[in-house]
């Protein structure tokens, strides 16, 4: 079966400091894979998706990216952290391909910027 | 680009109360999700659902995509169905594999 694993599980960081979390999924080859955010516990925010190693796309300008080294790892990082990158960040899967198919969750990393 | 809602956004029962949650979408999608997020933020797949009627347990949904809408049903609630649900609609247009996401019905049980 599948499995997606995220850490860390919680994360406090200075404005201003780096950030880099990471996401693997096992059990599958070739996932599509999401990172979202939600802050204030409502409405998930997309802000990447990646169909394949190095193909990455953005859904909102911000202060963040994101990486694709492996095929089943995907990385957010920020060089320079805001007080408005706070928030949950959730990472997601789903089966390569088209049409859409279900996305799973991990945990979530809970990030606070002080 | 495509709206998904969702009523009623807030919603308290007594234990063993019956309810039913609603999620509208403004255009035609490729498929529905509904999620329950725990108080502890894990989102748990509840239903994967492009038309027709699931049930699982107390638990049951049915999409009419013609109409677009779902409903989500929860029957004899119990405290652990506390938290908030989500529903999510897929939208398809070339590679770009989104899910748009509903804000949400928060769910408190009362014992």
């Known amino acids: 079966s599948q499995t997606i694993h995220q850490w860390p599980a919680t994360l406090v960081q200075p404005v201003g400091s780096p950030l880099s979390l990471e996401c693997t999924v096992e059990?599958?080859?070739?996932?599509?894979l999401y990172w979202y955010r939600q802050a204030a516990g409502r409405g998930l925010q997309l802000l990447f998706y990646?169909?394949?190693?190095?193909?990455i796309s953005s859904e909102v300008p911000q202060n963040l990216s994101a990486s694709r080294p492996q095929d089943r790892q995907f990385i957010l990082s920020s060089k320079k952290l805001l007080l408005s990158d706070s928030g949950f960040y959730l990472c997601?899967?789903?089966?390569?391909?088209?049409?859409?198919?279900?996305?799973?969750f991990g945990p979530g990393t809970r990030l606070t910027v002080l | 680009g495509i709206q998904v809602e969702q009523s009623p956004p807030d919603l308290i029962l007594q234990e063993g109360a019956n309810s039913t949650l609603r999620c509208n979408f403004s255009?035609?999608?490729?498929?529905l999700q509904w999620f329950h997020q725990n108080p502890w933020g894990q989102l748990i797949n509840l239903f994967y659902?492009?038309?027709?009627?699931k049930q699982n347990g107390r638990l049951s949904a049915t999409t009419v995509a013609t109409e677009r809408y779902s409903l989500l049903y929860i029957s004899s609630s119990q405290t652990t169905d506390s938290g908030v649900y989500f529903c999510?609609?897929?939208?398809?247009?070339?590679?770009?594999?989104?899910?748009?996401w509903g804000l949400g019905t928060s769910l408190a049980v009362n014992p």
């Open positions: 990646s169909v394949g190693i190095g193909q």
């Open positions: 059990g599958t080859s070739n996932p599509n």
């Open positions: 659902i492009p038309s027709g009627t």
């Open positions: 999510a609609a897929c939208l398809n247009a070339g590679n770009n594999r989104k899910l748009i």
């Open positions: 997601a899967w789903s089966v390569g391909g088209n049409p859409p198919d279900e996305q799973f």
């Open positions: 255009d035609s999608v490729n498929n």
